[in-house]
Structure formats: structure tokens, C-alpha cells
């Protein structure tokens, strides 16, 4: 218990980038837990879920996501051209996957070769 109580005094002496990225990781973490423990994402944690379309699997300091989103809740409305962070899991229907950073609602899947044509 007395660690728990040094890592909060802790997070509450570091800076706001290093606070809200660790955040991030923690509801991922929870995500994904929740996820392994037999339970789909909720219909709240879709409904604000960016879309991607026309997506595929990229390596970029890991296994990502590229494709078209639209209403990215920090760029904005789209439609533009993305890389996710790196994916920790994806439905096996491929319907959503969540990154290190949110969910995504997954539209079309595509062949890589597809994008260089």
C-alpha cells in the first residue's frame, strides 16, 4: 500500500505531459484488460471512437494502423490519411481495435499492395 501512496505523491510532482501520458497508458491498460477478461468495448466507448477506412497494418515502432479517419478527436474532422499508435488489441472481425492512445471503429480493410497502386 505504501508504494501506491510514493507513485501517486510522485505523478502529482511531474510535468503535465509526462502526467496525461501516463493517462493514456492506464486506460489502455484498463481497455485491454477489460477486453481479455471476455468483454467487447462498450457501445460509449465506440460511439466517440474515430472512424478508419481503407485501412491496413503498418510497422511503425511497432505494429500500427494506416488508413482514411474522419473525426479524429485531435485533428479534427477529416477525411485524412493516418498512422495510429501502435495497436495493442483488434477485434478478430476486424470491427474496431484499440491503439496505445484510443479505440477506432474499423471500416474496409485493404490489401497493402492496394495502397501503392
Known sequence: MKSRAIGAAMTQEWPDYL???LEVLQSSVRDVERIYSGKAPSADDLSNAPFLDDWT???SRGVSLVGIVDHHPILGPGPRTIFTSSVWVIDPSKRWARTESRWYRLGAHIDPKDILQ
Do not use: S, T
Open 57 to 59: 497494418f503498418a510497422a
Open 19 to 21: 502526467r496525461k501520458r
